[in-house]
C-alpha cells in the first residue's frame, strides 16, 4: 500500500543527507537491527562505522496502518515529494536506553535527550529511500554543494589535502588562526563548512552566520579558503557526534577534520557539569581515523596574548604574558547590553551583523504565556496587562485567549490530550510568529500539559522572550467562582474531562511569575508582571516632562 508522510524539520535534513549521499554508506533511514547495532557497538550491521542513529520516527497512528514491504511517499511541508521509500520494519524504540546509548544521560537539559524523549515519535519505521528530488533551498545556492558537486570542485581548484571546519558558530578571529595554522601544518586549504540545518536551541540564526561566514572570507588568503553550507540536523552528542561529523566530512572530500574543544558539546548538564570531557571527542575520533579514512587534527583553545598582540595556544605561552579571553556568554551579554567589543577578539563588521541578532530585549519582541486551572484570572489579567502595556504607548501588543483561538483555528478540536495538546501548539504559533516580528503576544490558557507548554518555549524562545506566568489559584478558589458554570457541572458529573477535577493539570515547575489570584487583586497582579518585565529589561519605563512612557523598538 500507499502512504504519505510530511517529514519534520529534522527528518528533512536527514532526508536531503540520505539523498545526496552525504551519510554514505546509508541508502535510507536504519533497520531496527542496523539501529540495534549502532546503539550497542557504533557500527552498521556490514561493520561500517556508524555513531548516530538515523531513524524515521512517526507517530501510533500512522505506524498503526503501515506494513513491511509498504510504500512511505515523503512529502516537504509545502507538499513536495522528495522520496519513496519502501517499508522494511517498524519497531518502538526503547528511548531512555537510546539516550543513555547516544549522549550517554537522560537529562533533559540535552537537547538532543529532549528532543528525542519529548519530541520524536514512539515508532520508527526502517527502509531504504528512492529520491525524487533535493529539498529545495532559495537562500545561498552558491554556497550549496552536494558532496559530488564538492569533490569536482576541489579537483578543478587543484586542491588535495583540504581541512575541513565545522562550525555552528558566527567564526571570530580566534577560530580564523585556527584554520590558518591547520591548514599551513597540512600545506593544503581550508573547507569552513557550518552546519545550517538544526543546531542547539538558542544558537544565532544560520542567515546571520552566513552573513558573517562571507564576511570574513575577505580576511583569508586569496585562493586559500572556501564556505560551503552543510544542511545537517546536530544531536550535540559530543564525542559521538565528532566522529559522525568527521565521517560526514570524508564523504564530502576532505582529507583532514578539526576536532577542537568540547567538539558538538551542549554545555552544562543540571547539576552545572559538562555533558561531556573536552578533549574526548579527539580521543575517539582519533580511535577511528584511520580505518574511516580522513586525518584528525587536534586544536586546544586559542587565546589572545596582550603583550604581543597575536593568538596561540596555552603550550605557546610564555613566562609572565598575559591572556585575554571572551567567553560565548560574556559575547553574547555584550551584546545584548550593547557594549564595546575589542578589536582583538573579532571584525567591526561581524560585530555589526551579530548585534542586529542580540538586540537588547526591549528591542525584541516577546510572550507572556497565562497558565492556570479555569477561573483562574487568565483572561482578566491578559485584558488587564494588555490595557497597561497599552497605556504605555506600546502598539504592537496582541491578546490571544485559547477559548476565542479554539473557535477560529480549532473548530474541529476536542478535549483529548491530544487535541488539547494540538489546541495550545497552535496558539503558540501564532504567538511565535507575533513574537518574530518584534510584537508582544500576551497567551491565555489553561494548557494543562507540560509537554506542549514546552514546545511553545523551545519554539518563541527562538525569537524573542517567553514568560510563562502561572496563576496557582487553588481549584477550591476557583470552584468559588465558576465564572463559566463549569465547576458545578463537573461535580454533579455532568462534564467529563474537566482539568483539575477529572483530567490532569500539570502545574508548571519553574514558571517566571506565580501569582495567587485569590492573595492578590488584578492591580497587584499586574504590578507584579510590570516590574518582573522592568526588573528583565524587556521593557524600559522612562519619565519624560512628567509624563510615562516604554521605551520599546517598534512603538
Given at each position: 500500500?500507499?502512504?504519505?508522510?510530511?517529514?519534520?524539520?529534522?527528518?528533512?535534513?536527514?532526508?536531503?543527507?540520505?539523498?545526496?549521499?552525504?551519510?554514505?554508506?546509508?541508502?535510507?533511514?536504519?533497520?531496527?537491527?542496523?539501529?540495534?547495532?549502532?546503539?550497542?557497538?557504533?557500527?552498521?550491521?556490514?561493520?561500517?562505522?556508524?555513531?548516530?542513529?538515523?531513524?524515521?520516527?512517526?507517530?501510533?497512528?500512522?505506524?498503526?496502518?503501515?506494513?513491511?514491504?509498504?510504500?512511505?511517499?515523503?512529502?516537504?511541508?509545502?507538499?513536495?515529494?522528495?522520496?519513496?521509500?519502501c517499508v522494511s520494519d517498524k519497531w518502538r524504540p526503547d528511548k531512555h536506553t537510546e539516550a543513555l546509548k547516544v549522549f550517554n544521560t537522560v537529562d533533559l537539559k540535552h537537547p538532543g535527550v529532549h528532543y528525542l524523549l519529548n519530541t520524536a515519535g514512539t515508532w520508527y519505521v526502517g527502509g531504504t529511500v528512492e529520491k525524487v528530488q533535493i529539498p529545495k533551498?532559495?537562500?545561498?545556492?552558491?554556497?550549496?554543494?552536494?558532496?559530488?558537486?564538492?569533490?569536482?570542485?576541489?579537483?578543478?581548484?587543484?586542491?588535495?589535502?583540504?581541512?575541513?571546519?565545522?562550525?555552528?558558530?558566527?567564526?571570530?578571529?580566534?577560530?580564523?588562526?585556527?584554520?590558518?595554522?591547520?591548514?599551513?601544518?597540512?600545506?593544503?586549504?581550508?573547507?569552513?563548512?557550518?552546519?545550517?540545518?538544526?543546531?542547539?536551541?538558542?544558537?544565532?540564526?544560520?542567515?546571520?552566520?552566513?552573513?558573517?561566514?562571507?564576511?570574513?572570507?575577505?580576511?583569508?588568503?586569496?585562493?586559500?579558503?572556501?564556505?560551503?553550507?552543510?544542511?545537517?540536523?546536530?544531536?550535540?552528542?559530543?564525542?559521538?557526534?565528532?566522529?559522525?561529523?568527521?565521517?560526514?566530512?570524508?564523504?564530502?572530500?576532505?582529507?583532514?577534520?578539526?576536532?577542537?574543544?568540547?567538539?558538538?558539546?551542549?554545555?552544562?548538564?543540571?547539576?552545572?557539569?559538562?555533558?561531556?570531557?573536552?578533549?574526548?571527542?579527539?580521543?575517539?575520533?582519533?580511535?577511528?581515523?584511520?580505518?574511516?579514512?580522513?586525518?584528525?587534527?587536534?586544536?586546544?583553545?586559542?587565546?589572545?596574548?596582550?603583550?604581543?598582540?597575536?593568538?596561540?595556544?596555552?603550550?605557546?605561552?610564555?613566562?609572565?604574558?598575559?591572556?585575554?579571553?571572551?567567553?560565548?556568554?560574556?559575547?553574547?551579554?555584550?551584546?545584548?547590553?550593547?557594549?564595546?567589543?575589542?578589536?582583538?577578539?573579532?571584525?567591526?563588521?561581524?560585530?555589526?551583523?551579530?548585534?542586529?541578532?542580540?538586540?537588547?530585549?526591549?528591542?525584541?519582541?516577546?510572550?507572556?504565556?497565562?497558565?492556570?486551572?479555569?477561573?483562574?484570572?487568565?483572561?482578566?489579567?491578559?485584558?488587564?496587562?494588555?490595557?497597561?502595556?497599552?497605556?504605555?504607548?506600546?502598539?504592537?501588543?496582541?491578546?490571544?485567549?485559547?477559548?476565542?483561538?479554539?473557535?477560529?483555528?480549532?473548530?474541529?478540536?476536542?478535549?483529548?490530550?491530544?487535541?488539547?495538546?494540538?489546541?495550545?501548539?497552535?496558539?503558540?504559533?501564532?504567538?511565535?510568529?507575533?513574537?518574530?516580528?518584534?510584537?508582544?503576544?500576551?497567551?491565555?490558557?489553561?494548557?494543562?500539559?507540560?509537554?506542549?507548554?514546552?514546545?511553545?518555549?523551545?519554539?518563541?524562545?527562538?525569537?524573542?522572550?517567553?514568560?510563562?506566568?502561572?496563576?496557582?489559584?487553588?481549584?477550591?478558589?476557583?470552584?468559588?467562582?465558576?465564572?463559566?458554570?463549569?465547576?458545578?457541572?463537573?461535580?454533579?458529573?455532568?462534564?467529563?474531562?474537566?482539568?483539575?477535577?477529572?483530567?490532569?493539570?500539570?502545574?508548571?515547575?519553574?514558571?517566571?511569575?506565580?501569582?495567587?489570584?485569590?492573595?492578590?487583586?488584578?492591580?497587584?497582579?499586574?504590578?507584579?508582571?510590570?516590574?518582573?518585565?522592568?526588573?528583565?529589561?524587556?521593557?524600559?519605563?522612562?519619565?519624560?516632562?512628567?509624563?510615562?512612557?516604554?521605551?520599546?523598538?517598534?512603538?
Amino acid at each position: 500500500m500507499l502512504f504519505k508522510w510530511i517529514v519534520t524539520p529534522r527528518q528533512r535534513c536527514d532526508l536531503e543527507m540520505l539523498l545526496n549521499e552525504a551519510f554514505a554508506p546509508l541508502t535510507g533511514f536504519l533497520t531496527q537491527d542496523d539501529y540495534q547495532s549502532v546503539l550497542s557497538c557504533m557500527r552498521l550491521q556490514n561493520d561500517s562505522p556508524w555513531p548516530i542513529p538515523i531513524t524515521l520516527d512517526v507517530n501510533d497512528h500512522f505506524a498503526e496502518n503501515i506494513s513491511q514491504g509498504d510504500t512511505i511517499e515523503l512529502f516537504d511541508f509545502d507538499n513536495t515529494l522528495l522520496a519513496r521509500m519502501c517499508v522494511s520494519d517498524k519497531w518502538r524504540p526503547d528511548k531512555h536506553t537510546e539516550a543513555l546509548k547516544v549522549f550517554n544521560t537522560v537529562d533533559l537539559k540535552h537537547p538532543g535527550v529532549h528532543y528525542l524523549l519529548n519530541t520524536a515519535g514512539t515508532w520508527y519505521v526502517g527502509g531504504t529511500v528512492e529520491k525524487v528530488q533535493i529539498p529545495k533551498h532559495f537562500d545561498f545556492i552558491n554556497y550549496r554543494h552536494t558532496p559530488e558537486s564538492l569533490k569536482r570542485l576541489f579537483l578543478s581548484l587543484g586542491w588535495e589535502n583540504i581541512v575541513a571546519f565545522q562550525t555552528r558558530n558566527p567564526i571570530h578571529k580566534a577560530h580564523m588562526e585556527l584554520t590558518l595554522r591547520a591548514a599551513q601544518e597540512i600545506h593544503g586549504n581550508i573547507l569552513i563548512h557550518p552546519v545550517v540545518g538544526m543546531t542547539k536551541p538558542g544558537d544565532v540564526d544560520y542567515l546571520t552566520r552566513v552573513h558573517c561566514y562571507q564576511k570574513i572570507l575577505h580576511h583569508y588568503p586569496a585562493n586559500k579558503s572556501l564556505l560551503s553550507l552543510l544542511p545537517l540536523a546536530m544531536r550535540m552528542a559530543g564525542p559521538k557526534e565528532a566522529l559522525w561529523h568527521a565521517l560526514i566530512r570524508k564523504n564530502y572530500g576532505c582529507t583532514h577534520f578539526i576536532i577542537g574543544r568540547d567538539h558538538a558539546g551542549p554545555g552544562n548538564d543540571s547539576n552545572g557539569k559538562s555533558f561531556y570531557d573536552p578533549y574526548a571527542a579527539q580521543k575517539l575520533v582519533a580511535q577511528y581515523q584511520d580505518e574511516i579514512g580522513i586525518t584528525m587534527m587536534p586544536f586546544q583553545e586559542m587565546v589572545y596574548v596582550k603583550e604581543r598582540h597575536i593568538y596561540c595556544t596555552q603550550h605557546e605561552l610564555r613566562p609572565h604574558e598575559t591572556t585575554l579571553t571572551i567567553s560565548g556568554t560574556e559575547f553574547r551579554e555584550a551584546l545584548l547590553n550593547e557594549q564595546t567589543i575589542p578589536s582583538w577578539f573579532s571584525f567591526p563588521e561581524i560585530i555589526e551583523e551579530l548585534r542586529q541578532s542580540y538586540l537588547p530585549k526591549h528591542k525584541k519582541g516577546f510572550t507572556i504565556f497565562f497558565t492556570g486551572l479555569s477561573g483562574a484570572g487568565k483572561t482578566v489579567l491578559s485584558q488587564a496587562l494588555f490595557a497597561k502595556l497599552r497605556g504605555y504607548g506600546i502598539k504592537n501588543v496582541s491578546v490571544l485567549d485559547s477559548d476565542a483561538t479554539r473557535r477560529i483555528l480549532g473548530q474541529e478540536l476536542g478535549f483529548s490530550k491530544a487535541d488539547r495538546n494540538l489546541n495550545i501548539k497552535r496558539l503558540g504559533f501564532v504567538a511565535s510568529e507575533i513574537t518574530k516580528v518584534g510584537g508582544i503576544a500576551i497567551c491565555a490558557a489553561i494548557a494543562p500539559y507540560a509537554e506542549a507548554r514546552e514546545e511553545n518555549r523551545q519554539l518563541i524562545s527562538q525569537y524573542g522572550g517567553y514568560i510563562e506566568v502561572y496563576l496557582e489559584t487553588s481549584f477550591t478558589e476557583c470552584a468559588r467562582r465558576d465564572t463559566k458554570g463549569l465547576y458545578a457541572q463537573a461535580l454533579r458529573g455532568e462534564l467529563k474531562s474537566f482539568t483539575g477535577y477529572n483530567d490532569p493539570y500539570e502545574s508548571p515547575l519553574y514558571p517566571e511569575i506565580r501569582i495567587d489570584t485569590a492573595a492578590l487583586s488584578v492591580e497587584e497582579s499586574i504590578h507584579t508582571i510590570i516590574e518582573f518585565l522592568q526588573r528583565e529589561a524587556y521593557i524600559k519605563i522612562v519619565r519624560e516632562n512628567n509624563k510615562t512612557e516604554v521605551e520599546e523598538a517598534t512603538l
